[in-house]
């Protein structure tokens, strides 16, 4: 049964990563007019705009010039960049070493973060304690990320001088460097993510305190943080880990703001650059290549779902 939902599942989310490609094909490569214009530019000749349509295989038809690049894209040829005059994939590579690094200790820093907040708040609900946490909570919701790095960079860089406020010195030089490098993106990305993952949590734990099991686990002697431990917190996580998925495309989509304000080299930093220079070819394959991402993140959060709650794999 469960390697039958894992396959339906696969099949959806392929399906979604194919309508994904199409619309990013007509949204770069056929609605805005002709993709040699906008890369040559206003100041392009006739001459110009040919060698371009050539180079890049603009001047064959729609569906062929799909077919190629998605077959190239899956066999990992993803074209050249105009502007760098380099493998797309080679550009890819190199700015995952830093986005990919950043990704990770910031959805590291919202789980220690949130269960903590989520967890405490939800045993003390409505105290003065739970209050401020969530008061707390919110403002680092409501705050830009561009602001929040901006105050990040004054309050730790400049002024304490503990971490470097912008650039990455390359792994290179050494991991020590490289990871202080990335602290404090990560902490501006993680904690808008965190402050919504602690309030997802804390009201699902709310809920599963108020059923009887927990209450009989209390009236056999367990201390409130045991039985929340021991017994609640597992019949929780559905939703949280529902949150934590989601949570991926926005440090996608937050990265691309973080990697500007900090000088960062990540592939959030490579769209802006290439939507500035005109790349389509960056464009449309990077996009791709986020999406798929995050759809695959999606495909492991249901796979770990189905694992955690038996109730999922339920018929209907």
């Given amino acids: 049964m469960m390697a039958k939902l894992i396959g339906r599942r696969a099949f959806s989310l392929l399906l979604s990563l194919i309508a994904a490609s199409v619309a990013?094909?007509?949204?770069?490569?056929?609605l805005?007019?002709?993709?040699?214009?906008?890369?040559?530019?206003?100041?392009?000749?006739p001459e110009q705009l040919d060698t371009l349509r050539h180079q890049y295989g603009l001047d064959v038809p729609a569906v062929p010039r799909y077919l190629q690049w998605i077959s190239g894209v899956v066999t990992g040829n993803l074209g050249i960049s105009y502007s760098y005059n380099v493998p797309v994939l080679q550009l890819v590579q190199e700015r995952l070493e830093v986005s990919v690094p950043l990704a990770a200790m910031a959805i590291a820093i919202s789980v220690l973060l949130a269960f903590p907040v989520g967890m405490y708040t939800a045993l003390r609900n409505g105290g003065w304690s739970d209050?401020?946490?969530?008061?707390?909570?919110?403002?680092?919701?409501?705050?830009?990320?561009?602001?929040l790095g901006l105050i990040f960079i004054f309050g730790f860089s400049v002024s304490l001088r503990l971490f470097p406020g912008s650039g990455f010195p390359g792994w290179e030089e050494g991991a020590e460097l490289g990871l202080k490098a990335l602290v404090?993106?990560?902490?501006?990305?993680?904690?808008?993510?965190?402050?919504?993952?602690?309030?997802v949590l804390r009201s699902s734990l709310l809920d599963v305190l108020s059923e009887d099991y927990i209450r009989t686990a209390r009236a056999k002697g367990l201390s409130r943080f045991k039985?929340?431990?021991?017994?609640?917190?597992?019949?929780?996580?559905?939703?949280?880990?529902?949150?934590?998925?989601l949570q991926f495309s926005f440090l996608v989509g937050g990265a691309i703001v973080v990697e500007s304000v900090f000088s960062l080299p990540g592939i959030g930093r490579l769209m802006i650059q290439a939507l500035n220079q005109r790349d389509?070819?960056?464009?449309?394959?990077?996009?791709?290549?986020?999406?798929?991402?995050?759809?695959?993140?999606?495909?492991?959060?249901?796979?770990?779902?189905?694992?955690?709650?038996?109730?999922?794999?339920?018929?209907?």
């Fill in 184 to 199: 404090l993106p990560a902490f501006v990305l993680a904690l808008p993510q965190s402050a919504i993952l602690s309030r």
């Fill in 227 to 245: 039985t929340v431990w021991s017994h609640a917190i597992r019949n929780s996580l559905p939703p949280v880990l529902t949150i934590l998925g």
């Fill in 131 to 147: 209050a401020l946490l969530m008061g707390v909570m919110q403002v680092w919701v409501a705050v830009p990320s561009f602001l």
């Fill in 24 to 30: 990013i094909f007509m949204v770069v490569e056929i």
């Fill in 32 to 45: 805005p007019g002709d993709p040699a214009e906008i890369m040559g530019g206003m100041n392009a000749t």
């Fill in 280 to 316: 389509l070819v960056v464009v449309e394959s990077v996009g791709l290549l986020l999406v798929a991402g995050v759809i695959l993140v999606s495909f492991l959060v249901d796979f770990i779902m189905l694992a955690v709650d038996p109730r999922l794999r339920r018929p209907g």
